[in-house]
């Protein structure tokens, strides 16, 4: 059950502060590593500074050893307050209000405005977003989601022949990230637009290649186009057109799908379509957002699902009992694990609509907050053994949300609230019906003693190829 700021702890915090003394302190007072004019503290991540982009994570870490929980730094003249407290997501939650404000995304939003004359989901803010994220919330449903589910088994299927022709001699599967990517992206077009691509099958079809290139084009475009001002206005740099070029093959794709709109299979699409309160550009943004939107957020869990699982052979084991006992939930468990140790979020970012106090700091309304959620879901403060692979520990979630009482807010990788991710249900219906197709057919096993890590991309990523042996269990 999550904790909820109610009137309760309203009056027992202004009892405190008043009775006990406790002093807000300014805004001026957060502490923060030396910055200079201009760049800010970009410095700490310049070539040979202290810390890599890429381990934004490690980065955090390490400065709140320095400066305490919350801290803040400035980029491109903003400043951003970082924080590494479960009970600060907590408030931020609870004050993020009815039109959560996620920072702005402005070269996508520059390209959306100039392509489509309107914003999609993702960028958008305010009303304009809740009038989007209306159509999408039928994805929460999980009664709806379940529509897709034996269309899932035959693309995990498809999934596990893929494999048997593609591992090599020693049954190793090279970069198996790229792979399940196919899977993920063959996922979500039975959802929008709503026709199954056949990634899976037609491994050297061009076209098909040039779909999922586009999209992973796109996310580093995104990606990139975030450290550099916005020259894209003016002229098209690398970043931006990676961005353009990649989301035009989406568009082209999705374009290409609508036109045979009486092949469409599904309600979803239907349901954009139909509707006379969406343009027919918010339409496409929208179908284009959803098919874009968890491709490798889902092929990352489940790669590092599967990491996890081939370096532990009890919860393997465990796993596969499991499914042979026709119940899924300890997959599950090993699904919200991996989240818990390598979230491909980065964490969780607002301007919120209020002032805010966290860490007794008065946060001004309007200030960009980041709930760093990497590291808080692994610190010993919220979970027992933080680095180790554990799914038991879901398994009996009264017993685990006693360790702390913002616990239920140290793993978020979905999000919270109105704006949570509206492919929560369909990535947990994905994973599983993967994992239990694959274990049902193959012993994982991982020939390594290299330890994998998260690096930063737009989504978070394994830090290097993860190479896995699939072992077919009937040898
Ligand atoms: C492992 C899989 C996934 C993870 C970890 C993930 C995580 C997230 C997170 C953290 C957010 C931001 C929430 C916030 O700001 O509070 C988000 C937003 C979003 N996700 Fe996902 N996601 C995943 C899969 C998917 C899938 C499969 C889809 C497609 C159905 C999807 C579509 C979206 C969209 C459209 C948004 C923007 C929602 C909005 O701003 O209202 N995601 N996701």
Same mark, same amino acid.
């Given at each position: ?18 009775? +006990? ?31 890599? =982009? ?24 903003? =400043? ?12 931020? +939650? ?24 309107? $914003? ?83 491994? /050297? ?123 899924? $939930? ?29 860490? /007794? ?21 919220? +979970? ?54 694959? $274990? ?28 896995? =042996? +699939? ?5």
């Amino acid at each position: 059950m999550k904790r909820k700021y109610t009137v309760v702890n309203f009056v027992f915090h202004s009892i405190h502060y008043r009775f +006990f003394s406790v002093k807000i302190l300014p805004f001026s007072k957060i502490p923060s590593p030396k910055s200079y004019p201009i760049i800010g503290h970009a410095h700490l991540f310049f070539k040979n500074g202290m810390y890599h =982009k890429e381990k934004f994570a490690e980065a955090v870490q390490d400065l709140s050893l320095k400066y305490g929980p919350i801290f803040y730094l400035k980029f491109l003249g903003q =400043k951003m307050v970082l924080t590494i407290d479960a009970e600060n997501a907590c408030k931020l +939650f609870d004050a993020e209000g009815k039109y959560p404000f996620r920072i702005n995304m402005p070269a996508l939003a520059h390209y959306q405005q100039n392509n489509f004359n309107c $914003l999609g989901i993702v960028v958008a803010n305010g009303v304009y977003w809740n009038k989007l994220r209306k159509y999408v919330n039928p994805l929460l449903n999980k009664s709806y989601i379940s529509s897709f589910s034996s269309k899932n088994y035959d693309i995990a299927q498809a999934f596990v022949s893929y494999v048997k022709k593609r591992r090599n001699e020693d049954n190793m599967l090279l970069d198996v990230c790229s792979h399940v990517y196919r899977y993920s992206t063959e996922c979500i077009s039975i959802v929008s637009p709503g026709r199954r691509l056949f990634c899976l099958e037609n491994y /050297n079809n061009a076209k098909i290649n040039e779909i999922l290139h586009g999209s992973s084009k796109f996310m580093d475009g995104l990606y990139a186009s975030f450290s550099e001002p916005p020259l894209w206005k003016f002229i098209k740099t690398k970043a931006y057109e990676n961005l353009q070029n990649g989301f035009n093959i989406i568009k082209n794709y999705i374009d290409t799908e609508l036109e045979s709109e009486n092949k469409l299979e599904n309600t979803f699409i239907k349901s954009l379509f139909k509707n006379s309160n969406l343009s027919y550009n918010e339409a496409r943004l929208l179908a284009a957002d959803i098919f874009s939107g968890g491709i490798d957020a889902v092929a990352t869990t489940l790669t590092m699902t599967l990491y996890h699982l081939s370096r532990n052979k009890k919860c393997q084991y465990t796993a596969f009992e499991d499914i042979k006992n026709n119940s899924v $939930l300890y997959l599950r468990a090993c699904v919200k694990e991996t989240l818990r140790l390598c979230p491909t979020s980065g964490g969780t970012t607002r301007s919120l609509p209020k002032n805010i106090i966290m860490n /007794n700091y008065l946060i001004p309304a309007g200030t960009t907050v980041t709930i760093v959620h990497p590291v808080i879901s692994q610190m010993e403060k919220y +979970f027992d053994d933080a680095h180790l692979y554990k799914p038991e520990r879901w398994l009996h979630s009264s017993k685990h949300n006693k360790k702390n009482e913002f616990t239920s807010y140290a793993s978020l990788p979905f999000g919270y609230g109105p704006r949570v991710c509206p492919g929560r249900w369909l990535t947990e219906q994905e994973c599983v019906i993967f994992l239990s197709e694959i $274990l049902k057919e193959f012993i994982l096993e991982y020939p390594s003693n290299s330890e994998i890590g998260m690096v930063y991309r737009m989504n978070r990523i394994p830090d290097q190829l993860v190479n896995i =042996k +699939f072992i077919d269990r009937s040898t």
